[in-house]
């Protein structure tokens, strides 16, 4: 009989790598129920960019929370830019981290007259009205986008939680703030794979993280999801979904998750399905 207590600790030792972190009502309350607009209430064709001034004020005048990236420039600076190049929304094949922030400004986003933003600005504009979903963006420069958006944050009165792709971010904020809102993100294993190594993916799109960073939120891609991630959130992690783009799919995502993130298209309000 004693090889039945090698699948119950393999089980075990599952349940541990999966866990998420805990989190009061009171914590999670600020988050739940509510529809955020993908880096901004932003326009598809670019008209009104992505993690622009302008897009952001737009979803602060709709109702909506918002989802933004935020990364690092060589002066130091905390700004809200996506990609790892700035190819596609400006036109230069360089990272953010290469420029001063002065440098930066110059740059106009998408051949608007909109600039990327300090992370200072975009909190002004929010002013406590709607809450943030802030995802720090990995680089050589993570430990400092770290502290640097933490500076910020602690400065700052209204609801605002962190996410990551990598566990490592997850687990600075674990460690150096532990009474802000963390998450992890993840995907299924067949977009992590096109810049992962296999096996990372896997990992990744299984949560097997978790034991290092304790999330306390889980925001996950748009499609099915495999049962280490739906047992970590019967064990506690708030549901957060990205990116929802279909209307008429809204009502029932909203009924499904705690959080919906959303692009391209308009939720009657922010706090309802």
């Given amino acids: 009989m004693g090889w039945i207590w090698a699948p119950i600790a393999l089980f075990g030792l599952w349940l541990f790598l999966i866990a998420p972190g805990r989190a009061s009502k009171a914590k999670r309350a600020p988050f739940e129920g509510r529809a955020y607009a993908h880096r901004g209430l932003y ?11 302008e897009a952001f004020r737009r979803a ?28 596609r929304a400006c036109g230069v094949d360089k990272a953010v981290r290469d420029f001063t922030y002065e440098e930066l400004r110059q740059i106009p986003l ?48 209204g609801p605002a939680c962190v996410e990551s792709f990598h566990p490592a971010m997850v ?3 674990k460690k150096h703030d532990p009474k802000r809102l963390r998450g992890q993100l993840s995907e299924a ?19 097997l993280s978790n034991c290092l960073t304790r999330p306390q939120f889980v925001a996950y891609r748009v499609g099915p999801k495999p049962l280490s991630v739906r047992l970590c959130e019967a064990m506690g992690a708030m549901k957060v979904l990205w990116t929802a783009r279909e209307r008429s799919q809204h009502a029932r995502r909203m009924a499904e998750n705690q959080a919906v993130i959303f692009e391209g298209y308009r939720p009657r309000e922010g706090k309802a399905a």
């Avoid at 326009?43 to 001034?53: A, I, W, Y």
């Avoid at 109702?63 to 130091?76: A, I, K, P």
Wanted: charged letters at 25%.
């Fill in 60 to 87: 602060v005048e709709a109702g909506y929370g918002s989802e933004l990236d935020v990364q690092r420039t060589r002066d130091g600076q905390i700004v809200v830019f996506h990609d790892d190049s700035l190819k």
């Fill in 43 to 53: 326009e598809l064709d670019q008209s009104v960019p992505e993690n622009s001034l």
């Fill in 189 to 207: 294993a067949c977009f992590s794979k096109k810049t992962l190594p296999g096996y990372l993916a896997f990992v990744m799109s299984r949560l």
């Fill in 171 to 173: 687990r600075w904020f």
């Fill in 110 to 157: 998408f051949k608007t007259g909109e600039r990327i933003p300090l992370f200072s600005e975009v909190l002004s504009i929010f002013d406590g009205k709607q809450p943030l979903i802030v995802e720090l963006k990995y680089g050589p420069d993570a430990a400092l986008v770290c502290e640097g958006t933490k500076a910020l944050l602690d400065g700052y009165a």
